[in-house]
């Protein structure tokens, strides 16, 4: 059983925003992904707060930060993690994102790489434009109108539980079901539906993942980045790693067996072992100005361009 965590508040550009803090020593930054909030780190935290300051929000229109008519895009979500380890008095950060947190933790590492010690993708997004129909649907015309329907009581719990039961199984299909009958129970708060069809349009059209890393993957030159996969994700699939180590062919690649989507989850212990040696053994980036300069001159180097083309 995951221990739970006290939830702070703080209020940022005249929205309430919800995190954990917990912890001491080097900043970790956890950010979650498309639909959940900051208990699916639960499992870990507890783990990676004996050596670290863990910091969890949940991302805006998310568990119980407020849900606006507001800025959704990936950017929008960096300029808001910057701002809140601004407020908390924090200056730099080693950054965790899984799935859409994934992205968002890109975009973090390259619009403030002066604020980005270390970046770890988890099952990410922005690596290649395949995605469950699942997270496709979201974007059709109706979506809101038919899930507020499906999220009525009596059917929202029937499907609930139906989908918690189908976890159980010893099916990779049905692996991470559990982790969607709690995003499919968040769907009954109106809120909440237009807040997420909001972000996924912003990312995905019906062909799949429009936003990529590819054209600035030769910026994580200069930063420590390590990739983990679960083997049996149905979500995102894990070729997309070797498209992150053909990318950024510094990053280091790791592909959890008998885990999901949810590797964090699958295997809490060995994730927390892997974010420790990701940050025992790598030193923290240092932003030089003439240095990122340069490379944005230099443009993508050839075996960039090679592995934009095999994406």
Known sequence: MTQEYDVQFVTIHGHRRAYVKTGSGPVVL???????????????????????????????????????????????????????????????VTVIGHSFGGGVAMQFAYQFPERTERLMLVSSGGLGPEVTPAIRAITTPGFHEVMGVLTLPGLRHLGVAGLRALSELPLKATHDFDEVA????????????????????????????IVTMSDRAYLTEEMPMWVVWGRDDRVI??????????MAPKARVEVIPDAGHFPHKDHPYRFSRIVHDFIRTTEPATYSRARFRSLLKSGAQERTLHAVDAV
């Open 182 to 209: 709690a995003v499919f129970d968040s769907f009954k708060d109106p809120r909440s539906r237009h807040a997420i069809r909001h972000v996924v349009r912003a990312v995905v059209d019906w062909r799949g993942q």
């Open 30 to 92: 956890l950010l979650h992904g498309l639909g959940c909030d900051h208990t699916t780190w639960e499992p870990v935290i507890e783990s990676l707060s004996r050596r670290y300051t863990v910091i969890a929000p949940d991302l805006l229109g998310h568990g119980q930060s407020d849900k606006p008519r507001a800025d959704y895009s990936v950017g929008g979500y960096a300029n808001g993690m910057r701002d809140l380890i601004t407020v908390l008095g924090i200056d730099k």
């Open 237 to 246: 699939p894990v070729r997309h790693a070797s498209n992150a180590a053909m």
